[in-house]
């Protein structure tokens, strides 16, 4: 029996990318939590295979258009807890809520745009069910150094 793909996996794969393995905690805690119909994850860093491809704060040691594409993978990530969470990405009804935190240079101001990389993708897998509320946040420093961190919050049935 061929393995089934969800229509949100499908619509990666379109774009050339698929739904990593999920990554393991860091610290204390889960990576997806589910409580009455909403799952939570935990904030998601833009690890590939383990690593982080760029380190330090965005507008000095990393480029705006890095941290794009790191929200990117964290968005990856987000969808790789949900998956884990829930079983299957086509039981998700609505990503609620995107939260993400950008590393910054103090004189960087480009935060939300930043994270379109993470809300672009949200849209480009759920379409209208990826229209969310979202926090852009400029802070001194993240996990590991890295530059950029994303946490959702979304519906399933």
Known sequence: ?????????????????????????VAAYQPAVVADGVVYTAGQLPLVD??????GKVGAEVTAEQAHDLARQCA????????????D?????RIAKVGGFVASDPSFTGQPK????????????????????????GVAVLPLDTPVEVDVIAHFR
Not at 1 to 15: G, I, W
Not at 78 to 86: D, G, I, N, Q
Not at 89 to 93: A, E, K, P, Q, S
Not at 114 to 137: K, M, P, T
């Open 89 to 93: 990405l086509d039981r998700i009804t």
């Open 114 to 137: 930043v994270l379109n990389g993470a809300s672009e993708l949200f849209g480009q897998a759920f379409g209208d069910l990826g229209q969310h509320a979202r926090s852009a946040v």
């Open 1 to 25: 029996m061929a393995e089934t793909t969800s229509t949100v996996e499908a619509r990666l794969a379109d774009l050339g990318l698929r739904v990593p393995e999920v990554v393991p905690p």
């Open 50 to 55: 383990g690593e982080l491809p760029f380190t």
């Open 76 to 87: 990856l990530n987000c969808l790789a807890a949900l998956k884990h969470a829930v079983g």
